[in-house]
């Protein structure tokens, strides 16, 4: 798969989270689609791009890092993470 396929991929998965109001880890992340943790932020980032660009609430905001509850270095759409956080679980997706 390359990156918009699973950028696709991560995108229905968190379209459920977010109505299911669930943040998840990289590591369950990584479970759920038979995939390294390491390489998800790459694949996070042409969704929140595409959030940014579309004005949504920043779906990438619900994978976060175990240790910190914090999403990753990359994610630069919110600096409010709980405000965004409630935003995305407001988004009907």
Known sequence: ?????RAAQLWTLL???SRNRQ????GVVSGLIG????AIGGWLAPI???CIDKGLPPLTILVVNSETGLPGEG????QDIPRAQARVFEHDW
């Open 15 to 17: 379209a459920l989270a």
């Open 23 to 26: 943040i998840l880890t990289y």
């Open 48 to 50: 929140q791009q595409y």
């Open 1 to 5: 798969m390359n990156v918009y396929q």
């Open 35 to 38: 995939a390294p943790a390491a």
């Open 75 to 78: 994610f630069i759409a919110a």
